[in-house]
DNA sequence: GTATCTGGAGCGTCACTATTT
DNA sequence: AAAATAGTGACGCTCCAGATA
């Protein structure tokens, strides 16, 4: 910076009111110090910027696993959303017990200016403690005034997803769910007993997997015999409970018919292709973010729920008759 | 810092090198200088840090997508490693032309020590200016002395899957490509060439795809129809390959034996499981993060190519009779 | 002399105050 | 009087040289 003023005849004081763009600059000064700037490729240096500030411009991602395509279409839309604002991103894996908490330690120490977290809010609401100092973000989570909430409505998508196949004339629907721990699981959960109460149906006992496609498999041969109707919580549990079904002869969707919940990309190209729930996942990142740099900036942070929308392929069909 | 020296009654000096792991510290002075840290909840302030030292300890991983599970597994296995060396990772979605560049400008600015670059060999060859002060390791590329390179020996998978495939019986073996300007689908392709060279057979014209399910689903249906054997350049395309045929009624493995590349978690349950190449994400990572930690320290980074593994499963058979 | 510790300087930036036009 | 610019110090840390036991 020393050089650029040197150059451009100014003193340090007024590069840095060009690179922060105050007004209280003369337009041809402006011009001179940015020339200068351009001719020794200056960039300002972020850490020290960070030492007087107390920002760093950055924000932290908290993610027990990259292993879900979910997570990962969520990484990579709050990645873009966070560049676009000219915030860099950190990631950290945080995955076993007390693992959130390091995970915030390790930010925190970092000194990112908020964080965003995904799919942790039971382990957050099971006494981790959240740093007052930090602005954070929870994707899907019931609400808590430690934080903003950003989500799915998973609970209205499970019961498009279970009314759909009633409708198609199924007399009961069974659920792939997903791990004890998640919120995002039992909010799919509850949606699909919802709408079967809803129709004075009794749910049955739900299988539940861990989110991955193995999962999926290894607990689709517990299902009855007699059943015609499965929503998966998400389409990896789907695309291995599709490969169990297969195993036992079961044609779907002529004898079983198959929901899941995402529609990540590989869903339209599975065998049959996937009637699936799509969460918008670049929406929810942008809004997560946007949700984060509002409260960094001391507002409050908009919470927000988005709708998903149910997408019919041809896994589903009316029971056999 | 000064509160925690004060509290120990030591000099700020002396704190660091605690901090620091000096050897130079009276045993019981770090004792009372732990115990105030802990009393203090002090953390290092990393911005300060690094503008004294002129080291972030942070890494930037620059990818093109991360909508290619490949990609998003290699995220993961580099925010491991470089969390276990005390690393923070720092993420930048390079996508579109001059990204790269873009990339390397936000993560210099930024001020990391080093970076990743995942598949993006070609657009680094072709006059992207390497900033010499930061050190660098590129993910699957050709050799460059600007950087250290890691990789999977994809030409010697492709043989492997190529062969097994003329191993069953197969006379002829197509081949569903990857996209033009990536290093691995190029690489793939040679293997694939130089087993059916080997085998003095010629190679088809390979149908090209884009990683991506649904091209490897479009691509396809320019398949011959007399073609009994397909290696796809991975496995989403191979998926995306599998949902074509059964389109047009052609068995799995009966008709027409598929093999992949990648093996990624959700290849086990596709409908047929498929036969595919094991890459070690993990271990490619890992070396990815040594070999930057390496060249950061001033060492040259130890180059590496991992060979993959074959993995036979349900999608390769004998070709019909 | 060796082991341990202290004091002071300065990294690049920006908020504040002072000065000039 | 208002607008534009300059000078000064401090953020928290670590390196260097020197002091003390």
Redesign the pocket.
Known sequence: ??DV?AIA?????????V??GS????P???RRVERAMVELD????RA??A???GRTDTIGLVVSTLATVGNSRMLQAIAAAAAERGFALTVVTASGRDAVAQGFARLHEQGVDGAIVLNEATALARGVEVPRSLALVVVDSPPDDRYVVVQTDHAAGARAATAHLLALGHAAVHHLAGPAGSFAAAERERGWRDALAAAGIAAPEPLRGDWSSASGHAVTAALPADATALFAANDQMALGALRALADTGRHVPGEVSVVGFDDVADAAQYLPPLTTVRQDFDALGAAAVAALVGAIGGGRGEPLALTPVLVERASTAPPPV
């Open positions: 910076m020393a003023a005849g100014v003193s340090g004081q007024t590069v840095s009111r690179v922060n007004p209280r600059v003369d041809a000064t402006r200056y960039r300002p240096h020290a910027r030492l007087r500030t």
